[in-house]
T-cell receptor, first 113, second 111 residues
């Protein structure tokens, strides 16, 4: 069964450092998403991406965040200057079409120290 | 997106049907009802979705009331591996596939 792959599974970084979280969506999917889940809290939408541009973003997705699809397979989330409160599980998701099922990766646990 | 209301927790005996309710009284005509679940801290897993008709797949059935203001997810024969947080999400309309997760229902399946 096709799956969304995220790397690394766990990343520890120092406050103020830049991090890049990587995702390989399912190959024929067109819509890509990032979500995050702070420990013990809800899953929160960050951004959706289609046709090489952001289609929607939340208030959380401020200037410190950016997304990119650098080639035909990867989808990345960059946090320019990490803060302690960025510590969370980050999930990538993809879907073939709008309003169909979204497939989620297993997540990257980001710990900012 | 319309808001959903779910009970915070439910129990079910293994082998019995689990019926998880969801209220979404402000749903609009072009919004879908989705169900996802999350086991421990794994990535959310899609279960089923529908617009107005009842739906069934290999995992579950989705029953949507005629006025679309509520729905029920049915796991016909719950197993211990179905213990998870179940999220009812209303999405569609002008959103680009964004899913707004609430607190969900913690379903515990007992032996």
């Amino acid at each position: 069964e096709p799956e969304v792959t995220q790397t690394p599974s766990h990343q520890v970084t120092q406050m103020g450092q830049e991090v890049i979280l990587r995702c390989v969506p399912i190959s024929n999917h067109l819509y890509f998403y990032w979500y995050r889940q702070i420990l013990g809290q809800k899953v929160e939408f960050l951004v959706s991406f289609y046709n090489n541009e952001i289609s929607e973003k939340s208030e959380i997705f401020d200037d410190q965040f950016s997304v990119e699809r650098p080639d035909g397979s990867n989808f990345t989330l960059k946090i320019r200057s990490t803060k302690l409160e960025d510590s969370a599980m980050y999930f990538c998701a993809s879907s073939a079409q709008l309003f169909t099922e979204a497939f989620f990766g297993q997540g990257t646990r980001l710990t900012v120290v | 997106d319309a808001k959903t209301t779910q009970p915070p927790s439910m129990d079910c005996a293994e082998g019995r049907a689990a019926n998880l309710p969801c209220n979404h009284s402000t749903i609009s005509g072009n919004e879908y009802v989705y169900w996802y679940r999350q086991i421990h801290s794994q990535g959310p897993q899609y279960i089923i979705h529908g617009l107005k008709n009842n739906e069934t797949n290999e995992m579950a059935s989705l029953i949507i009331t005629e006025d679309r203001k509520s729905s029920t997810l049915i796991l016909p024969h719950a197993t211990l591996r179905d213990t998870a947080v179940y999220y009812c999400i209303v999405a569609g309309g002008t959103s680009y596939g964004k899913l707004t997760f609430g607190q969900g229902t913690i379903l515990t399946v007992h032996p």
